[in-house]
Every structure is written in C-alpha cells, then in structure tokens.
C-alpha cells in the first residue's frame, strides 16, 4: 500500500471514537496491552510526560514541547485528533512521522494486530510508542485521548502527570458528576510519581488530592502557586504577565496562542516545568519565553482561537464542550464588530442544550455537518437552536456555510467558526 491506501486502511478497516463515537470506544486496557508486548514494550523505553483533562490539555502539551525543544530536547508529542493530516497526531521537534513510518508499521504489524482487533486510536498509540522509542527522543508528551484511567496511553509510567481541569464532557464513558469524571482523570496518577492539578475545584479537588496520597504522589494545584493577566494582544499571539506567588515572574510574556482561556493553561505549564527542571536543567526562563513565542513553527498546533481570515475578521476554535464553549463565547464578547456571523456545527452524541443556552442570540447562525457519521444533521441542530432563540439557516456542507458566512459579513464584522473540532478542520 502506498501512504494514501494506509491511512485508508486505518480509517475504514478500524473502528474510530472520532468517526463512529461509543462503538469505538473500548473500555479496558487488554488490547494496547497486547500491541505493547508485539512491539516488545517501546512505552518503557521512553521518558515521558502524561497529560489529561476536559480542556486545555492540547494547548498544554503543544506550549511544554516548544519550551523542551527551545532547551535543547528531543521532544515527542502525542495528540489527538488532527485536524489535516493524520501524521499532526506523531511528532518529533515539530516534524510529523513519515509517510513510510506509518507505511512500515502498518505492513509489519498488521497480521498480529488485525488478531488482536484494536480501534484507531489504539493502533495510533502503539504506533507513537514505537516511533519515540525507535527514535530515542529526551522527551515524550503523551496526551490522553479520552478519559484518563482507561484510556490507551495509560500504560506508561511518566515523570510527571499533568490534569488541566475537569468540566463535563463525554459522560457517557466517564459519568455524569464532575466527581466521577474527575476519578476517571485521576486514572493517569501514578505511584510517587508528581502531579500536577491546573485549578482548584471545589467539586473535584478531594477527589485528586485522596487517589494522590493513596498513591504517595506529590500533588501541586498550579492555581495555588501562579496568576496571569492579560495585556494586551496582537497579530503575533497575546501579552500578559504572570505572578509566582506575590511576585512577578514574567512582566511582558509573549504567548502565540491568543485565546484568553490560555491564562489558566501557562499556570500549568509553569508550575510542571518547576517539577520538570530537577531532570532538565536546560529549562530556563529564556527557553521558556522563546517556547512561547515559537510554537507555530515549533509545533504547527493548529484551531485554539486561530485567526484564519481578515476582511473580515474570521476566527476558529475547537472548543465544543459547555466550558470550552463559555470561554471562547466571553471571548467573542469582549471584541469590537458590527455583526457576529457563526458557522455551528455539533457531534450526535451529547445533549447540546447546555451548548445551545451559552451562544448569543444576536448573533446569525449558519448551521451545519462535518462529513463525518458522528455528526449531528444540520436541520436537527437548526431546530434544536430555534428553542433557544438562535436563528439562522442550516447548509449540507461545512465549506457552504463557510462560504455563505463570508459572503454576507461586512468588512467590520466577525465570522467565527466552531462547535466541533471537524468543523473547524474542515475549515482550515
């Protein structure tokens, strides 16, 4: 098979959470298991570090590899889902796999692992697994893909465990109490292993703080130690400052990532590479601010309040779930336009009404489906958002709506584009 004919192969032959949804899912870590013994256990070769949480948990990983390889490290990153090519989810120093790495794994292991029947995202780990360790990078950023305590990845044993935040999302697998999600993320807390919690929640903080002393974890909520304030923004990212206690760390910290959701992610980037700098001493406060400043070319992350477009101004999230959503519609707040145009689009399988209740009514609505099975139709979602008060007119494609949105806004209004990460792929 050629390149093109793997990648179909993985997104035909297995089964997908991002494509098909709970059918996808696999509750249990047998098979990543099998797929680690086959390939003689690569997940023990490489030094990591294991990344979960409801959001945030992208631009985390994304803001720790820049800063690692300003400061001199081969660093892996492990993410999902991509938003263009299936290689975004495997990189090394920026640099995503090789068409013939992910050809060669696959005709090597296909035999076995079509025994074993693995989903998507199982096969992806392995092949993560296998290509940081053939590679011997310094450093690996393994982000969960769902969950935390059943997810593929949680078979490694990092340095250093980081949980962003917990909100609701993905109840189905993971309950419906911000406690039981919160137990699910707690999962990735290893023995005497350091963890790091991004903020304090009433709801969820005894729940990390019980699973870490059974575990003799050392635990740092990083709201408990750093503060940042925004600045002021512009066409490079934004400026903000950030405390360490009652004093100041950084006065005018340059970020590449502009959504203002990102003050509390640097919060916990800071406070892990406090706990990472006993083991890499080349992690220092100018590595950290070029790592910040650098990440488009450090890293290529792509979708976090990402200005696509100008004339009008036409901005993309991949925010999706209630909190994600809050965030980046207080963000559209703040900003001067005559006349908000969104392009909307959701996923089958959540209850979009807490979704729905957050989006202003002022706004015009172009609603519409990726082209994927585990989208939710457009004209339900039309009829969804008429009960809350939304108005607009529903399309069959995300690139028509697109189009539509761009054509009716004037030079001083704002498109923006989200609701779900394959809309905004779509897009880009």
Known sequence: MDYRQTVDYLFKQLPMFHRIGATAYKAD?????ALSEHLHHPENKITSIHIAGTNGKGSVSNMLASILQESGYKTGLFTSPHLKDFRERIRIDGEMIGESEVIRFVEENKKRFEEISPSFF?????????????????????????????????IITPVLSVITNISYDHMQFLGDTLEKIAGEKAGIIKQNIPVVIGERQKETESVFINHAEKLNAPIFFASDFYKATFINSSQDGQFISVNHGNKIRFENLQLWLTGK???????????????LKNNFSGITDQTISAGLTNGPANTGFLGRWQIIATHPQTIADIGHNEAGIKLVMDQLAELDFNKLHIVFGMVNDKDPSKVLSLLPKDAQYYFCKANLPRSLDQEELKKLSLSFGLS????ESVAEAFKTARKNAGEKDVVFVGGSTFVVAEVI
């Open 392 to 395: 607009g007119d529903s399309y």
């Open 29 to 33: 870590l047998n098979n990543i298991k």
């Open 122 to 154: 199982e096969w992806t780990t392995a092949l993560a697994f296998e290509h940081f360790a053939k590679e011997k990078v310094d450093i690996a950023i393994i982000e969960t893909g769902l969950g935390g305590r059943l997810d593929s990845t949680n």
């Open 261 to 275: 959701y990102q003050l509390k992610n640097i919060c916990t980037v800071l406070q892990s590479l406090d706990l």
